[in-house]
């Protein structure tokens, strides 16, 4: 059973904004668990490999973007509720995914990576469509 849940995706028209969350399936994973955690963000369109987005530090001062999103996308986290988002603007049509979080407990400082296998706890995707 995925530890982690994503929300928050839809279909959305060209240039429009969505925002992800990603928290803890709290029947899998604790929100302890989830708070140690490096939380990156991937994507996954049909036919094409898991793709990196972007990442955020487990204290949320180190954020890292793909080059295809930079200045375009945010990941924050909200420590006090146990979520992280993925603000997403200025949307187009190549955008149209299943966008996946995932976690990998770290220290404090560590900076997260772009790698997918390198994280541990996944959830289950929520599908973004973007309408040309």
């Known amino acids: 059973q995925a530890q982690l849940e994503e929300s928050g995706g839809g279909l959305v028209q060209a240039g429009g904004s969505l925002r992800l969350s990603c928290a803890p399936n709290?029947?899998?994973?604790?929100?302890?668990?989830?708070?140690?955690?490096?939380v990156g963000w991937f994507r996954q369109a049909p036919g094409k490999e898991r793709e990196f987005v972007a990442t955020?530090?487990?204290?949320?001062?180190?954020?890292l973007y793909s080059d295809s999103v930079n200045g375009r996308f945010i990941v924050s986290r909200d420590k006090d509720k146990n979520t992280v988002y993925l603000q997403m603007n200025s949307l187009e049509p190549e955008h149209t995914a299943l966008y996946y979080c995932?976690?990998?407990?770290?220290?404090?400082?560590?900076?997260?990576?772009?790698?997918?296998?390198?994280?541990?706890?996944w959830g289950q995707g929520t599908q973004v469509t973007v309408a040309s």
């Open positions: 995932a976690g990998v407990p770290q220290i404090l400082t560590a900076i997260p990576q772009r790698e997918a296998n390198t994280y541990d706890h």
């Open positions: 709290r029947r899998t994973f604790t929100a302890y668990s989830f708070s140690r955690c490096s």
């Open positions: 955020i530090s487990r204290n949320g001062a180190t954020t």
